[in-house]
């Protein structure tokens, strides 16, 4: 089974529908990660959490928001989509003994 | 302010031949890990490696190897006799080595065609 899971795997939504992206990990991390891809641009960070307790602001927060429901679960949420949201999403983990980020297989988001 | 350039957009080979992905960085960081991932056309993104600022020693894995010189600021990443199952896009990316960094900057990417 994999150790990052993301769910679902690919979704098609209207403008300004909410939607909530999800990400479980088996490895035991403490550290989480949301991060977008969009052609040309590689991966930017949206928000990271390195403890239930603590939730920060990547470099395009903007129009998201995430909830670290546990250790081994983060959720990234829009709010009201748009399309300029359309992109490939990956959640990924990491530990202060790993230093390795390990990435989810993705989310495919479209929004029309 | 940390930046990754991978300036081959785009590189095709025919299979069997050698190539090279060059990777450029800009940090102020002292020390700091290099990184590189592969996402193959599934779309996954697999960890290949991370480096050391401090360790300037090459690394070789099978036909895989790494060249980091920080004379350069360059993290190169060859693939020997390459295989058509090597075609994907390769990222690099960075991160400094200080508690609560823990933020990947990535490259554009660039995209490795091995042709039959």
């Known amino acids: 089974d994999a150790d990052v899971t993301q769910t679902p795997r690919n979704r098609i939504t209207k403008t300004g529908k909410r939607i909530m992206l999800e990400c479980s990990q088996t490895?035991?991390?403490?550290?989480m990660y949301w991060y977008r891809q969009d052609p040309g641009l590689g991966l930017r960070l949206i928000y990271y959490?390195?403890?239930?307790?603590?939730?920060n602001k990547g470099e395009i927060s903007d129009g998201y928001s995430v909830s670290r429901q546990a250790q081994a679960k983060f959720s990234l949420s829009l709010e009201s989509a748009i399309p300029n949201q359309t992109a490939l999403y990956f959640c990924?983990?990491?530990?202060?003994?790993?230093?390795?980020?390990?990435f989810g297989p993705g989310t495919r988001l479209l929004v029309l | 302010a940390q930046k990754v350039t991978q300036a081959q957009t785009e590189i095709s080979v025919v299979e069997k031949e050698d190539v090279t992905l060059d990777c450029v960085y800009e940090?102020?960081?002292?020390?700091?890990?290099l990184f590189w991932y592969k996402q193959p056309p599934s779309g996954e993104l697999v960890f290949l490696i991370r480096?050391?600022?401090?360790?300037?020693q090459n690394e070789i894995s099978g036909r895989y190897s790494w060249n980091f010189q920080k004379s350069t600021s360059s993290f190169n990443f060859t693939i020997t006799a390459s295989q058509v199952v090597d075609s994907a896009v390769y990222f690099c990316?960075?991160?400094?080595?200080?508690?609560?960094?823990?933020?990947?900057?990535f490259g554009q990417g660039t995209r490795l065609t091995i042709n039959p």
């Open positions: 990924a983990t990491s530990d202060e003994r790993v230093e390795t980020q390990y």
């Open positions: 490895k035991g991390h403490d550290r």
């Open positions: 959490s390195f403890d239930v307790k603590d939730i």
């Open positions: 940090t102020r960081d002292t020390t700091y890990y």
């Open positions: 480096r050391n600022s401090f360790d300037e």
């Open positions: 990316a960075i991160r400094p080595v200080i508690q609560g960094a823990q933020k990947l900057v």
